[in-house]
């Protein structure tokens, strides 16, 4: 009997404090993204929890003074809206208004990194990644976003709209260039869940966590590449390693091939001793090689580039040349 009693009482003292803290409300809160933050792709989710009866306008600027204007409304929570990210630190404010008069303030930091640029490649310290997708997160959208995946494996989206990824994520394949199975909204063809040797930190953190390194994700679909590539002697190492997002970009992008650049800025990225082309003819008193500014004679209607005497990938020459020799490269452009 006493027992029971005391177990009334405890649930008593427990719903009674429950509605107070319900009662509790933040004027504004930014839900996401959490302060100080990296980013590898070129946006954030901006998600605001807002209180119509303190707020009833929230301003978003970001640091390149672009600014988002919402209105609040008594029937909703929460409010969303994806930013663009420039490489490195980005600041971007989250000002709630009553009036026109400032009620609440809060900022954020977040780091876009690159795969390529040594200067962005590692955020300081302060930074920590983005792992958005546990239980306790996607609670909070689930009253208006249906969380769950609803892919079938294999088999692209007709309308893709009908993604249940694709109304926060839609930003991510809208560059020219896109990959079909991103464009088909096959997400967890490659957000498996699981980790390579190069994420264990990522291991448990995020539902769709992807293995780095990529490269087996890629060989999968890829069968071909894989078996032309292995029987190949030389290596260029970000791609034998199976690091092939250093160079595509595995949703889209402005480049061909969803290069994270043009091929010129992608291999100058990490060599830019080789800019001059100083390497190329390599005699006494030798003028550097034009790299790039001029036609390729050897590809009909584009600019020469590494690529035009480099294979990204393998080769059976030194040094990953187009031909076996040499000799045989330079007279694939200089006859005679
Ligand atoms: C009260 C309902 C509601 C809740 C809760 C909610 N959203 Fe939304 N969200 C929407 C609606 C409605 C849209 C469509 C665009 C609009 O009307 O704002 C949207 C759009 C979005 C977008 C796309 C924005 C853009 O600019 O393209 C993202 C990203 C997003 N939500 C993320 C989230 C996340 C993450 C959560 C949970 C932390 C969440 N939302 C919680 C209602 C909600
Ligand atoms: C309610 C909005 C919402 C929906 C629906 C949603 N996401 Fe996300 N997702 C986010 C937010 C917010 C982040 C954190 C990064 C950011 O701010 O954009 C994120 C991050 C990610 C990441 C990076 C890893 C992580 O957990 O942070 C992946 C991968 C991802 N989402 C895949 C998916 C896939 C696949 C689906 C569909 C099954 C999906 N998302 C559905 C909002 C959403
Ligand atoms: C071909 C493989 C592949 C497919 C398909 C793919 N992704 Fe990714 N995604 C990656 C890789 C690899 C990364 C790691 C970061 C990078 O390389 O830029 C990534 C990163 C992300 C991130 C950013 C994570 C961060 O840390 O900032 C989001 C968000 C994301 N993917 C969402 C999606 C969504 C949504 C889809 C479906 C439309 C999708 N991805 C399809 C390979 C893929
Ligand atoms: C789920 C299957 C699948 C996965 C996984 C996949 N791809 Fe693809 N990829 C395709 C399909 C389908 C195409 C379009 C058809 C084609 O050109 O082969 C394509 C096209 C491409 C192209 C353009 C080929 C061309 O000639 O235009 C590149 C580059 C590419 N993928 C790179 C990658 C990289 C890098 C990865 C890993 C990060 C990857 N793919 C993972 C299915 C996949
Ligand atoms: C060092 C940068 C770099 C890396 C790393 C890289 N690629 Fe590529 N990839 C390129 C470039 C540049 C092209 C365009 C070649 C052209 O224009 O002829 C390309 C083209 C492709 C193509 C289309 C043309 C073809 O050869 O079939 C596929 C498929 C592809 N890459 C897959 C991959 C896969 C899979 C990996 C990882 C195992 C990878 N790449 C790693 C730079 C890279
Ligand atoms: C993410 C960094 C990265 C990018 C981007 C990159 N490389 Fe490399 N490359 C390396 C590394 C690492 C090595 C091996 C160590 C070294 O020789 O510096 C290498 C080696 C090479 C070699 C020498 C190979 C040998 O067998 O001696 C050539 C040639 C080369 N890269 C050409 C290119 C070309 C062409 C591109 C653009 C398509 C490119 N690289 C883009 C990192 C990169
Ligand atoms: C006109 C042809 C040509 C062009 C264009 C070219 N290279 Fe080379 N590259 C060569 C030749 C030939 C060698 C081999 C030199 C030797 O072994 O004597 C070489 C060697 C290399 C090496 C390995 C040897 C070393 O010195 O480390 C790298 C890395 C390299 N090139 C990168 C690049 C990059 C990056 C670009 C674009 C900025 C580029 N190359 C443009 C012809 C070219
Ligand atoms: C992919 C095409 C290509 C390859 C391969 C190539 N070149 Fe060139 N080379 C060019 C172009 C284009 C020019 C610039 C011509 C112009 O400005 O009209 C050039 C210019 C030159 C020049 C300067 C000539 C002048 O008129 O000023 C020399 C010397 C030269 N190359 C030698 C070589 C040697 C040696 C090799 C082999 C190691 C080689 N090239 C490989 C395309 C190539």
């Known amino acids: ?17 429950l509605s107070l803290f319900a009662g509790q409300t933040a004027a504004l809160k930014v839900v996401n993204p959490s302060q100080a933050s990296i980013s590898e792709e070129n946006i954030v989710s901006f998600v605001v929890e807002a209180d119509s009866a303190s707020v009833d306008s929230v301003v978003i600027t970001t640091d390149t003074n672009e600014a988002f204007n919402i209105e609040i409304n008594p029937k909703r929570s929460h409010y969303c809206k994806s930013i663009n990210l420039h490489f490195g630190q980005n600041s971007i404010k989250v000002v709630g208004y009553k009036k026109n008069a400032v009620v609440k303030e809060e900022s954020r930091d977040v780091f876009l990194t690159s795969k390529v640029d040594k200067e962005y490649r590692y955020p300081p310290q302060k930074y920590n990644k983005i792992y958005f997708h546990n239980e306790e997160n996607e609670k909070i959208c689930a009253s208006c976003h249906d969380m769950k995946v609803n892919e079938v494996q294999g088999i692209a ?5 009908k993604s249940n990824c694709y109304g926060c994520h839609k930003n991510v394949t809208k560059e020219k260039h896109g990959h079909a199975p991103a464009v088909n909204w096959l997400c967890t063809s490659c957000h498996n869940g699981k980790v390579g040797i190069y994420n264990q930190t990522d291991k448990d953190k995020t539902k769709y966590s992807v293995p780095d390194p990529i490269g087996e994700i890629c060989f999968s679909c890829h069968k071909k590449n894989k078996e032309e590539w292995s029987k190949k002697q030389f290596h260029h190492e970000p791609a034998d390693s199976g690091r092939c997002n250093k160079c595509h970009n595995s949703h889209s992008s402005q480049s061909e091939f969803y290069l994270r650049k043009s091929a010129w800025e992608l291999c100058t990225g990490c060599h ?3 800019i001059e082309g100083m390497h190329v003819v390599k005699t006494f008193g030798q ?8 036609k390729d004679p050897s590809r009909a209607g584009k600019e020469l580039s590494c690529i035009s005497c480099h294979n990204p990938h393998v080769s059976n020459a030194p040094s990953l040349l187009q031909s076996s020799t040499v000799f045989g490269l330079c007279s694939r452009c200089h006859k005679k």
């Open 1 to 17: 009997m006493k027992s029971c009693t005391y177990k009334k009482i405890i649930l008593f003292i427990t719903l009674f404090s």
């Open 272 to 274: 830019k001793d080789k």
């Open 287 to 294: 003028k550097p090689h034009p790299t790039y500014g001029v």
């Open 157 to 161: 989206f007709e309308d893709i709209t």
